[in-house]
């Protein structure tokens, strides 16, 4: 085994993109750019310098097509992870990893890990905010449930409130399997998408990001931006997310914040 350089990271990230998007221009499947993926080819044309993971989005329907079509379209060499393929899974949204990857400290989860981008679920928002903020409070709830099952250290919580919070979420979560937890999450992710709604919500994002409510048009029309020398599929009001998201976005942050999120040197890699 070896670990890599973020360059490297890159490289095998962009592959992964490459091959999803083989599979879903071929079964005409719907997807986009999202967060800090669609932020790097507005800014930079690519990836953010400092970015290590990628970051793709599909509307439930092409989401769920998606699941069903990509273990069989896609290289053997890639293992597409969501609760209906991985029980131990404690996530809403789905991950393609590289089989001849893993991280460091993956025997401390249950779950298959390694190198992987990741696929979240567009769903509609109800247009009640009571009704919509009632499902954002019940996702919080899964979510914190799902802490169990994941590599997490209440010392790393900077308040009181939260290290307690964590700790509960940690000794109920062990009475829920994931897959029940995932079910649920699905089951309020998916309630308002029989009818037409103002606004769509990602009820995978993290806890900080469950605020983001998105107008629906944001979605309606498909743009293609570059991104490390390819053309790949954007939302046609781009602008409008990457503001909701990230508010002065062409604005790089200071530069000890330029740093790679999401840990790529804790993968080693099977060659």
Same mark, same amino acid.
């Given at each position: 085994?070896?670990?890599?350089? %973020?360059?490297?990271?890159?490289?095998?990230?962009?592959?992964?993109?490459?091959?999803?998007?083989? #599979? *879903?221009?071929?079964?005409?499947? /719907?997807?986009?750019?999202?967060?800090?993926?669609?932020?790097?080819?507005?800014?930079? !044309?690519?990836?953010?310098?400092?970015?290590?993971?990628?970051?793709?989005?599909?509307?439930?329907?092409?989401?769920?097509?998606?699941?069903?079509?990509?273990? !069989?379209?896609?290289?053997?060499?890639?293992?597409?992870?969501?609760?209906?393929?991985?029980? =131990?899974?404690?996530?809403?949204?789905?991950?393609?990893?590289?089989?001849?990857?893993?991280?460091?400290?993956?025997?401390? #989860?249950?779950?298959?890990?390694?190198? *992987?981008?990741?696929?979240?679920?567009?769903?509609?928002?109800?247009?009640?905010?009571? #009704?919509? !903020?009632?499902?954002?409070?019940?996702?919080? #709830?899964?979510?914190?449930?799902?802490?169990?099952?994941?590599?997490?250290?209440?010392?790393?919580?900077?308040?009181?409130?939260?290290?307690?919070?964590?700790?509960?979420?940690?000794?109920?979560?062990?009475?829920?399997?994931?897959?029940?937890?995932?079910?649920?999450?699905?089951?309020?992710?998916?309630?308002?998408?029989?009818?037409?709604?103002?606004?769509? *919500?990602? $009820?995978?994002?993290?806890?900080?990001?469950?605020?983001? %409510?998105?107008?629906?048009?944001? $979605?309606? /029309?498909?743009?293609?931006?570059?991104?490390?020398?390819?053309?790949?599929?954007?939302?046609?009001?781009?602008? =409008?997310?990457?503001?909701?998201?990230?508010?002065?976005?062409?604005?790089?942050?200071?530069? =000890?914040?330029?740093?790679?999120?999401?840990?790529?040197?804790?993968?080693?890699?099977?060659?």
């Amino acid at each position: 085994m070896k670990t890599y350089d %973020l360059k490297s990271i890159q490289k095998r990230g962009l592959a992964i993109l490459l091959d999803v998007d083989k #599979v *879903c221009a071929e079964h005409k499947i /719907q997807y986009f750019l999202d967060s800090g993926t669609l932020l790097g080819a507005v800014r930079h !044309k690519g990836f953010i310098p400092w970015d290590d993971d990628i970051d793709l989005s599909m509307p439930r329907d092409d989401y769920e097509k998606f699941l069903e079509i990509a273990p !069989k379209e896609l290289s053997d060499r890639y293992f597409v992870q969501a609760h209906q393929t991985d029980s =131990e899974f404690p996530f809403g949204f789905a991950r393609i990893i590289d089989k001849k990857s893993r991280t460091i400290d993956g025997d401390k #989860v249950k779950f298959r890990t390694g190198f *992987c981008i990741d696929v979240f679920p567009i769903d509609n928002a109800h247009d009640n905010m009571l #009704v919509h !903020k009632f499902r954002i409070f019940l996702i919080k #709830v899964i979510q914190l449930l799902t802490k169990d099952k994941v590599d997490v250290k209440i010392s790393d919580y900077p308040s009181v409130s939260s290290k307690i919070a964590i700790a509960i979420g940690i000794g109920l979560g062990r009475l829920f399997p994931a897959r029940q937890l995932m079910h649920w999450q699905r089951k309020i992710a998916i309630r308002s998408n029989s009818t037409s709604t103002k606004n769509k *919500c990602v $009820y995978s994002y993290s806890v900080r990001a469950l605020r983001f %409510l998105l107008p629906a048009d944001i $979605y309606q /029309q498909t743009v293609m931006l570059e991104f490390e020398g390819h053309l790949f599929p954007a939302p046609g009001k781009w602008d =409008e997310l990457l503001t909701i998201i990230y508010g002065d976005y062409m604005t790089p942050p200071s530069e =000890e914040k330029r740093v790679p999120m999401h840990g790529y040197n804790n993968v080693q890699f099977f060659e």
